[in-house]
C-alpha cells in the first residue's frame, strides 16, 4: 500500500507539472465559474424574497452550488486525458515499467483533486469579495471543499472508467454534456429546495451533486445539521471509492486487450 501510494503521488506531480507548465489552462477553467457566480447572482438576487426560499443573500446560496458545479464538470473531462495518454502511446510505455496499476488509473483522478481544491478556494474568495457571507466559518469553508472534492473524485473516476471502455472522445463528450445539465437542474445547485417540483426534490434525494450540496450549504450554514453533513459525506465517500475501484477494473480489462 505505501508503494503504491508513493507510486501514485510521483504520477500525479508527473500530472501537475503539465498544469505548471500551462497555467493558462487554471483561468480557462475559472471563466464560466465565475460567470455563474456573478451573472446568475444578479440575475436571480431578487429570487429570495419569494415565500418559502428562506432569506438571505442570494450570493450566500448561490456561493456553494458554483464550487460545487465547477467541480463537476471540470472533472467529467479527466477521461479525455487518458484517452490522450493511450493515443500517444504513453500509457503502454509506462505498463513496461513495474509502477502500480492503481497509480496509473488514478493520478490524474488526484491531480484533478487539487485542481478542484483550488478553484473552490478561489471561487469561494470571490463570492466574499462580492459581499457573500459564511457563517460556518473557515471549518464550514474547509468543508464545502472536502465535499467538492470527493463529487469531484466521483465523476472523474467515472469518466477515466469510460474513456477505458469507450476509447472515443466523441463518446464522452456526448455522455458529459447529456449528464451535466440534468444533475445540475435536478439538485438546488440554483434554488430552493421549497421552491421545486416535489418530483424534482425526490430526485434529488438520490443525486450525488444535491449531496455535496446539503452537506456543504450546511456546514456553512450559522448552526449546522451534522447529521445531513455526515449522511451525505459518507454517501460521497463510499461512491467516490466505488468510482475508484471501478475505474480500476476497467484499466486492468484494458491491460488485457494490450
Known sequence: MSTTL???????????MAIVRQPVFVVI???????????????????VELPGFGGGSYLDYLVPGVVVMSAVSSNMWAGMGTLEEIERGTLNRFLTTPVSRAALMNAN??????????????????GK?????????????????????????????????LGMLVRQRESIIGINTFLLLPLTFL?????????????????????PVNWALVAGRSAMSADPDWGDVLS?????????????WLSTRTFRSYQKSV
Open 6 to 16: 508513493d507510486q501514485t503521488w510521483y504520477m500525479t506531480q508527473r500530472q501537475l
Open 29 to 47: 477553467t475559472l471563466v464560466q465559474p465565475v460567470i455563474w457566480l456573478f451573472l446568475f447572482g444578479s440575475l436571480f438576487r431578487k429570487v
Open 109 to 126: 483522478v488526484v491531480q484533478q483533486g487539487f485542481s478542484t481544491a483550488g478553484q473552490s478556494v478561489i471561487i469561494v474568495l470571490l
Open 129 to 161: 469579495l462580492g459581499g457573500a457571507d459564511y457563517p460556518g466559518g473557515t471549518g464550514g469553508i474547509v468543508l464545502l471543499i472536502v465535499a467538492s472534492i470527493m463529487l469531484g473524485t466521483v465523476f472523474g473516476a467515472f469518466s477515466n472508467a
Open 187 to 207: 439538485s438546488s445547485a440554483f434554488m430552493a429546495p421549497g421552491l421545486m417540483p416535489s418530483w424534482m426534490r425526490h430526485v434529488a434525494d438520490f443525486n
Open 232 to 244: 451525505r459525506g459518507g454517501g460521497l465517500l463510499a461512491l467516490a471509492l466505488a468510482a475508484v
